[in-house]
């Protein structure tokens, strides 16, 4: 299973929610809307039978007055440091500008593979399209150079497969039923992962995934359990730190959120295991004392 990251760059109008919507389709619609947190982030979640792919905004890179490395850590959700692979999004239908060279410079202190998209190919000739590729080819050592029309679905199918040839083998992040059609499920694990974004070092939330184990709704409440999966044990000391401190803190930012988006009074149970631990899942259950998992 290829699964992992995609962070997505470019100027405004050059076609990347048109590119999203277009690889999105009809398999899963999830642009999640999150108006009470801080960012809008997760762009779209694209999963097939061998992957599933995240794609991400990166908004830091575009913003020239920051030090990149530092906001980046601190104030987006998914930073550049986060993403798998990079995908940057160009208009071929005009010229090369200072906004597209300001991005590419700012991928030069990034080591992780990059992949040009050349937009809007179906507003230019044939002949051109060369001429462009040689001259983003010059800028910058890209690992793939994709021309494509978002909008006209030209080579869009080689954008997914190229994607997938850069991800890492993993555990997909996100349930394909959480995304498919249960929507708060999947904005409230989304919350719980942005906290641990927020609060743990840049190397913990990589190896971390949350899943909704239970959403029990009574009159005026909801009970949820949640388990923070994570690779490694030392991850999991981690995420609890110092006598439960830092789950304590991710539980309470979160519950705040969720309790905004579902305006209702929510009760957080969080959980941290390995994945070996969770991975049975009927075991792991009884210790709630549930053996059905919703
Ligand atoms: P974003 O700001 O990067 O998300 O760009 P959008 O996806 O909103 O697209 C901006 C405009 O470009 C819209 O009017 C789209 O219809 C148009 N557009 C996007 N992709 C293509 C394409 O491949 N060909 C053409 N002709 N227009 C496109
Ligand atoms: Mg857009």
Redesign the pocket.
């Known amino acids: 299973m290829k699964s992992g990251f995609v962070g997505l760059i ?12 277009n690889i999105i389709g009809t398999k899963i619609a999830i642009i999640s809307n999150k108006p009470q947190t801080t960012r809008n982030i997760i762009q779209g979640i694209y999963n097939d039978e061998d992957s599933q792919i995240v794609f991400v905004d990166t908004p830091g890179i575009h913003k020239p007055n920051h030090k990149l490395g530092q906001y980046l850590n601190k104030q987006a959700y998914y930073s550049i440091d986060d993403v798998d692979v990079i995908m940057m ?1 160009t ?1 071929v ?1 005009e010229p090369l500008g200072a906004g597209d060279k300001y991005v590419i410079e700012k991928l030069k202190e990034v080591n992780k593979p990059v992949i040009l998209i050349l ?5 230019i000739l044939r002949e051109k399209i060369l001429t462009k590729i040689v001259e983003y080819k010059d800028l910058y050592n890209f690992s793939e150079i994709i021309p ?5 679905s ?1 080579n869009v199918d080689d954008v997914i497969k190229t994607c997938k040839k850069y991800l890492p083998e993993s555990v997909k992040f996100f349930d394909d039923d959480t995304i498919t059609n249960k929507s708060n499920k999947f904005l409230i694990s989304e919350m719980i992962r942005e906290k641990i974004f927020l609060l743990t070092e840049e190397e913990v939330p990589h190896s971390t995934s949350c899943y909704i184990e239970k959403i029990e709704k009574s009159k005026n409440s909801l009970n949820i359990i949640a388990t923070i999966v994570v690779d490694r044990e030392s991850l999991k000391r981690i995420i609890i730190g110092k006598q439960g401190a830092m789950i304590k803190k991710i539980g309470t930012m979160a519950r705040y959120d969720i309790e905004q988006l579902l305006k209702k009074k929510v009760y957080l149970d969080l959980h941290v295991r390995t994945i070996e631990k969770w991975r049975d899942k009927e075991k792991y259950l009884s210790e709630f004392g549930y053996n059905e998992f919703e």
Request: net charge positive; no cysteine; charged share 25%.
């Open positions: 470019g100027r405004p109008n050059v076609g990347k929610s048109t590119l999203i919507n999004l208009d239908s937009n809007k190919i179906d507003k494509i029309s978002a909008l006209t030209i």
